[in-house]
Each structure stands twice: as C-alpha cells, then as structure tokens.
C-alpha cells in the first residue's frame, strides 16, 4: 500500500464574504486566537504523516509565503531580548527547506480547477491529500486525517477517502453530499443540492485522499454551479469507476469561510485556551 505523503491546500479564494479585510489579506492568514487559519491546516498534515506540502495560491497570497518562511530580522530581536518563546512560536513549527512550493492558480476557477493546477507537482503514481483551511478542525493528536490514512490503508489499492459529517438536513445546500450503498461506499455524491434533492446529509468537509487518476477526471469536467470547476462533478464521474469510501470528522469542526463561523471559532479556541479561558468566559459573559 502507496504511503501517502504529499497534500495540497487550494488558497487562491478572493474571500469575498470577509471583504474589506481580505482586500489585501488572504482570509486563510486570518488569526484564531494568534495563530493563522493555514498554520492550522499545515500543522495537521505535519500530524499526519504528510511531507510534502503544494500550495495552490493566487494573486496577493504572498502573506501565506512569507509565513512558512524564516523572518530573520523578527527572529534577530527576538532572540536578543531573549524572548524564547515568542521566538519558538515562529520558527519552531517551520517546514524543512524544500518541502514546500508555492503553485499560482491564474484564474479563479474553482477548487477542481485549483488542484488541478497542482498536477505536475503530485507523483502521478502516488494517492495525495487535499485539505481546505478554512474548514478548521480543532486540534487533537489523533485527528481526522490520519484515521482517514489508517482507514485508505485498509482499503484496496486505488481507493479515494472522504472526510465527512453529519449535518442538517437544511443545510446540504452549502456542500457536497454522499450517496452511501450498504456496503459504506459512495456510489454517488452532489454539489451543493437543494435539501429535496439532497439523498443523505453526510457533507463532504474539506478533507481528501484522491488518487492521482483525479486530474484525468478534472481535465474534462466542464464548469458547474457558479461557473466553476467543482471537485464534487469529478468526483462524481470518478467514483463510478474506482471505489470511494468516507470518515467521519472526530473533531470539533469550524466553517471560516463564513464570517460567523470564524467568529465561533475564534471564541471555542480561545475558551479551550486554559491559559485564557477564564478571562474570555468573563468577557463573554459581559457582552451577554
């Protein structure tokens, strides 16, 4: 069984539901708490396993490249006033030097358009992960993505894992929802329907393990619903001909990509920040 050990994360969204603050800052370097929402999502790959990280970026995401690179003249004061912690903060979590690139995704296409502009950089003999930031997991050591490698590791060879939850039925028409046959594996699946239309309301929640067999589907997947590539059709198309299975999140799960969502998130890190939480239930309970 193929080792999995390279991820992409597509960060070449607009952030358009977080403007004016993402007109000039990419929405995956908003902080929670004090830490950037992409820091989050590279740290549970690293938690993973992965070894290999592609960013998929677009124009104005130099923020994310600066911060997996060193700053010297920040880390030079720091570590004159001897502030050994705030310099371990920036440096300790780091990538190795030449496991990371950075992809420019020239149009804003879609996120089946974005990981196909990663296809060159993937091993086209090898399963990758993909993992959307801004669906923000809550940390914990063993997290979803690995029981989604130790479930990929159970199955056949050429098998795809989707990381999934259970949500309201009035919601299945902000994602892609599965079909599952009795067996638990996904015999069909549907981008964003309508709650009439929706046949379970298992949600497909950022998390991926794709064969590199993905980018034939992708290359010939016409635009879908907002005039996008949507990953979800070729998948669609790809799970008829090689076998899709699915875990469930076992960890709190955020939506950052909505400003309420990154709101409630910023509040649950913050109240499970045992150095704060005091403070903030005190804050809370202010306001309310």
Same mark, same amino acid.
């Given at each position: 069984?193929?080792? +999995?050990?390279?991820?992409?994360? =597509? ?6 539901r977080?403007l ?6 990419p ?6 708490a ?7 999502a590279?740290e ?7 070894e ?12 994310i ?21 705030? &310099? ?5 979590? &780091?990538p190795?030097?030449?496991?990371i ?20 950089f #993937?091993?086209?003999? $090898? =399963?990758? #992960?993909?993992i959307?930031?801004? !669906? &923000? &997991?809550?940390?914990q ?5 690995? %029981?989604?490698?130790?479930l990929?590791? $159970?199955?056949e @060879? ?7 939850d259970? #949500?309201?039925?009035? !919601? ?7 079909q ?9 699946m549907? !981008? %964003?329907?309508?709650p009439s239309?929706? =046949?379970?309301?298992?949600a497909?929640?950022?998390r991926? +393990?794709?064969?590199? $067999? ?5 290359? +010939? ?9 949507q990953?979800?059709d ?17 960890? =709190? ?5 909505? @400003?309420?969502?990154?709101? !409630?998130?910023?509040?649950?890190f913050? #109240? ?6 005091? $403070?903030?239930q005190q804050?809370? %309970?202010?306001?309310?």
């Amino acid at each position: 069984m193929s080792k +999995i050990t390279t991820a992409i994360f =597509p960060v070449g969204g607009l952030g358009t539901r977080f403007l004016p603050a993402t007109k000039s800052m990419p929405k995956e370097m908003l902080p929670i708490a004090n830490k950037p929402i992409i820091q989050y999502a590279f740290e549970e790959a690293k938690l993973a396993g992965i070894e290999r990280f592609i960013f998929v970026t677009g124009r104005n995401k130099n923020a994310i490249n600066n911060h997996f690179d060193h700053s010297y003249e920040l880390e030079a004061v720091l570590d004159r006033d001897n502030k050994n912690q705030e &310099l371990a903060s920036v440096i300790d979590w &780091l990538p190795q030097a030449g496991s990371i690139c950075f992809v420019r995704q020239q149009q804003p296409l879609g996120l089946g358009h974005a990981i196909f502009c990663a296809r060159n950089f #993937v091993d086209q003999q $090898q =399963p990758f #992960v993909v993992i959307l930031a801004d !669906e &923000l &997991l809550m940390p914990q050591q063993q997290n979803t993505l690995s %029981k989604m490698i130790d479930l990929y590791q $159970q199955k056949e @060879v050429n098998a795809n894992i989707l990381g999934v939850d259970v #949500v309201d039925k009035s !919601e299945t028409n902000k994602y892609g929802i599965l079909q599952i046959d009795s067996n638990d594996r996904v015999i069909n699946m549907i !981008e %964003k329907p309508n709650p009439s239309e929706a =046949p379970s309301n298992m949600a497909i929640i950022g998390r991926y +393990i794709l064969q590199p $067999q993905i980018f034939d589907y992708l290359a +010939i997947t016409p635009k879908g619903k907002g005039g996008e590539i949507q990953l979800t059709d070729a998948m669609q198309k790809m799970c008829q001909d090689y076998p899709f299975y699915y875990q469930k999140v076992n960890q =709190p799960r955020f939506d950052c990509g909505s @400003v309420l969502g990154y709101i !409630e998130a910023n509040i649950a890190f913050a #109240v499970a920040d045992n150095k704060i939480n005091n $403070q903030v239930q005190q804050l809370l %309970k202010k306001y309310l």
